[in-house]
């Protein structure tokens, strides 16, 4: 079981929403057995490769044990460009393993098969989305959407933000923050999630009965609090991190504190260099 808790504040000012304590639970048995195929299919857009992971469940409910599913799912490698070049496709080893520790991603309506299956796409999501004209999402656009001048243009939007594999979807997301975006992942979150309220406590229950709805709340969770962070350092191996404070900007993982280090000492080196090269002039 997953649980994610949040302090509640017993008082709050004028014109502030009180905030409400709650905790975040997965419901499901983790994989007896793990198995992968490939394959190479006929799409809409010529030749697709993929590959599935598929099994049967067991007895063992998921225990995240305090790590970040999301974050982990969000870091997964993609396999070689080599052999995936026309678009993004999860390493199936790192996804194997992926399933391993945290369970199948979709929804299980038969423990004794489960089956993801995962495709690559002829374009990146942020490609395609690059392809189609800027457009700007006023406050309140989800009540009225009719009212946007380029309606027609989010709504193509949206459905190619529908059609993205889940680890596009959610790492454009964690990259922009599009409101978009972010109004697809909790589309998405919805659809197998159960929300109850204990009167007695007073406590917010959100119980995600697959992987990828939990995946899709944590974010939600981490985004709203401002927590979620790229690392600046463009060889870090895993990007995408929750902050532990707003203004940090380097995920603190392997190299990339040195990284930071040496960006800080470059930096200061240039400009102390031009401070003395400046004063040599006035002495001339």
Request: glycine share 8%.
């Amino acid at each position: 079981m997953v649980k994610q808790t949040k302090r509640s504040k017993t008082s709050s000012k004028a014109g502030q929403q009180p905030e409400i304590r709650g905790f975040i639970t997965g419901d499901w048995n983790l994989p007896e057995s793990v198995e992968m195929t490939e394959g190479t299919n006929l799409g809409l857009t010529g030749v697709v490769q993929d590959y599935a992971v598929s099994g049967s469940i067991g007895t063992t409910p998921v225990d995240c044990g305090g790590e970040q599913p999301h974050q982990a799912f969000a870091n997964l490698p993609a396999a070689p460009s080599s052999e995936y070049a026309d678009g993004p496709l999860v390493d199936p080893q790192a996804m194997q393993m992926f399933i391993r520790r945290y369970g199948p991603l979709g929804k299980v309506t038969d423990p004794a098969r489960y089956v993801d299956y995962f495709e690559r796409r002829s374009l990146g999501l942020a490609e395609e989305l690059k392809s189609l004209p800027d457009r700007q999402i006023p406050p309140g656009f989800s009540e009225s959407p009719s009212e946007h001048p380029n309606v027609d243009l989010i709504n193509e939007q949206k459905k190619v933000l529908a059609k993205a594999d889940h680890q596009s979807l959610l790492r454009y997301a964690w990259n922009t923050g599009d409101p978009l975006a972010l109004e697809e992942i909790e589309r998405q979150a919805m659809q197998s999630a159960v929300y109850s309220f204990s009167t007695p406590t007073g406590r917010l229950k959100i119980t995600a009965t697959n992987l990828w709805s939990l995946i899709c709340i944590l974010f939600l969770r981490d985004y709203g609090a401002g927590k979620i962070g790229v690392c600046l350092n463009p060889d870090c191996p895993v990007p995408y991190f929750t902050k532990k404070r707003r203004t940090q900007k380097i995920c603190e993982e392997g190299d990339c504190v040195a990284w930071a280090q040496r960006q800080y000492a470059i930096k200061w080196w240039r400009e102390n260099r031009a401070k003395k090269s400046g004063k040599k002039k006035v002495k001339k």
